[in-house]
Structure formats: structure tokens, C-alpha cells
């Protein structure tokens, strides 16, 4: 008989770290419709654990024009 081990505190932290890096790639998928992503906007967004920011910035990256746009109202959150 094979036992498993079925931690609910690692799946829950698994399902938030899945959550953010969805999160992750859908702003970053909104900007490359806006332009060129740097380096510097990439790690900004990659290194973000607040789902709430998060979700901030998805809302903004969703109506900006550039990403110039994008990290001004960022930087002001």
C-alpha cells in the first residue's frame, strides 16, 4: 500500500505562488502590447509578492500606452 503525504498549508502556498506568476504574465503580456519590455520593468514585476499591487498594476498595464506610462503610475502606488 503506498502512502501519501498531503500537506494543505504546501498546496495552499503552492496555489499562491502559481496565482502570482499567472498574474505576472498577464501585465507583462499587456505591455508587450505597448511596447518593448526592459530589463528593469521585468524584474520589477517578477520580484512583486503583493497580490494586491499586483492586481493593481494589471488593471494599469491594461489601459497605459506605453510602458514609459505604465512605470510612472507604478511608481506612485
Do not use: C
Amino acid at each position: 500500500m503506498v502512502k501519501t503525504f498531503y500537506d494543505p498549508k504546501v498546496a495552499e502556498e503552492s496555489a499562491q505562488k502559481a496565482t502570482l506568476k499567472t498574474k505576472r504574465v498577464d501585465i507583462l503580456e499587456l505591455l508587450e502590447d505597448v511596447g518593448n519590455i526592459s530589463d528593469e520593468v521585468k524584474a520589477l514585476v517578477e520580484k512583486e509578492k503583493d497580490f494586491d499591487i499586483l492586481k493593481k498594476w494589471h488593471k494599469i498595464a491594461a489601459k497605459v500606452g506605453s510602458i514609459d506610462e505604465f512605470m510612472d503610475k507604478v511608481r506612485v502606488h
